[in-house]
């Protein structure tokens, strides 16, 4: 099961690049994703495969592509990793959200907390991945 807690906004928008550059198909093939019939990734008016691009995000991060049966709590997991690296994530049209139940008192506002930046990772300027400790690169030397 993959840890995502390395994935960074910076991962995600490696990955976003890299399946601009090959196109959606061909990303899809390459790393043996299925179409995504639901979730979507919207960056910049252009939309992604969430899982797949989360999958190779995680590549990026840790060297191990993320397969998708290793997504923990399956699609909505995902939705939610994206979602707190500030990334847009549409639903499937027809998704059905459970009806909020109306209080009969006046509730007092809760404060909602605000996103924080990640610092962005060094990364090896040959492969793309993310440098570990020492400022190395792994596979680069």
Do not use: W
């Not at 495969?49 to 699609?75: C, I, N, Q, W």
């Not at 506002?109 to 090896?124: D, F, K, N, S």
Request: glycine share 10%; aromatic share 8%.
């Amino acid at each position: 099961m993959a840890t995502f807690s390395s994935v960074t906004r910076h991962n995600v928008l490696q990955a976003i690049a890299e399946y601009d550059e090959r196109g959606g198909e061909e990303f899809l093939d390459l790393y043996g994703f299925a179409p995504s019939r639901g979730y979507t990734l919207v960056h910049e008016g252009r939309s992604y495969d969430s899982k797949a691009v989360l999958g190779v995000a995680h590549r990026y991060a840790t060297g191990r592509l993320a397969t998708p049966d290793e997504f923990h709590g399956g699609m909505q997991g995902a939705v939610s990793i994206l979602r707190k690296r500030g990334f847009e994530v549409t639903e499937p049209a027809g998704a059905t959200r459970p009806t909020p139940v109306r209080a009969t008192r006046t509730r007092t506002p809760v404060a909602r907390a605000t996103p924080v930046r990640e610092a962005e990772p060094a990364t090896c300027p040959t492969c793309f991945m993310t440098l570990p400790a020492t400022g190395i690169c792994d596979q680069c030397g």
